[in-house]
T-cell receptor, first 111, second 114 residues
Framework: KAGVTQTPRYLIKTRGQQVTLSCSPI?????VSWYQQTPGQGLQFLFE???????NKGNFPGRFSGRQFSNSRSEMNVSTLELGDSALYLC??????????FGPGTRLTVT | AQSVTQLGSHVSVSEGALVLLRCNYS??????LFWYVQYPNQGLQLLLK??????LVKGINGFEAEFKKSETSFHLTKPSAHMSDAAEYFC????????????FGTGTSLTVIP
């Protein structure tokens, strides 16, 4: 099976702009989770979607949002970008058996 | 709430020496436990998992971990380090009650000295 894919792999944006990141889970996986990874804060959970519904949410401001489509693909959106949003954004898919498989991540740089 | 503590943000071992990366968890119910490895500019790769079967879990690349409920620990070991083991290692716990919400430790960077 193909692994989790994330697009784009690298992105440079300016403060105040918005960005959309995409994640395609492993075929058959219905759960998609998103994480933000930074050197200072480590891995922080953003949210999880299952069958197009947000099932869990981390402690991030409302500028961070996501959605999941009927084919389980997921997108996350960050509006009004801040310098502190620069990070590696990781997507993980799960067959709902309590283990997660991660994609390679999208490296977002905000200037 | 769940939490994971990884003791030692940096660990250095000589090639061929024992690797021991420490992980302690805090949970009110027996959790599921995982170790992941991350190589530079890559995502996380699952090394092994504990889901309440055998307490000694064997993973990929010669790694294993032992779940010790009395010590609330899930330390990762490998008998003989290889240069290719140099990476960042993350311990994670998931709460059975909330399914896929994972809580990660802060990571341990492993350096292997030739």
């Amino acid at each position: 099976k193909a692994g989790v894919t994330q697009t784009p792999r690298y992105l440079i944006k300016t403060r105040g702009q918005q960005v959309t990141l995409s994640c395609s889970p492993i075929s058959g996986h219905r759960s998609v989770s998103w994480y933000q990874q930074t050197p200072g804060q480590g891995l922080q959970f953003l949210f999880e979607y299952f069958s197009e519904t947000q099932r869990n949410k981390g402690n991030f401001p409302g500028r961070f949002s996501g959605r999941q489509f009927s084919n389980s693909r997921s997108e996350m959106n960050v509006s009004t970008l801040e310098l502190g949003d620069s990070a590696l954004y990781l997507c993980a898919s799960s067959p709902d058996s309590y283990e997660q498989y991660f994609g390679p991540g999208t490296r977002l740089t905000v200037t | 709430a769940q939490s994971v503590t990884q003791l030692g943000s940096h660990v250095s071992v000589s090639e061929g020496a024992l690797v021991l990366l420490r992980c302690n968890y805090s949970s009110s119910v027996p959790p599921y436990l995982f170790w992941y490895v991350q190589y530079p500019n890559q995502g996380l790769q699952l090394l092994l998992k504990y889901t309440s079967a055998a307490t000694l879990v064997k993973g990929i690349n010669g790694f294993e971990a032992e779940f010790k409920k009395s010590e609330t620990s899930f330390h990762l070991t490998k008998p003989s380090a290889h240069m290719s083991d140099a990476a960042e290692y993350f311990c994670a716990v998931s709460d059975r009650r909330t399914g896929n919400q994972f809580y990660f430790g802060t990571g341990t960077s492993l350096t292997v000295i030739p």
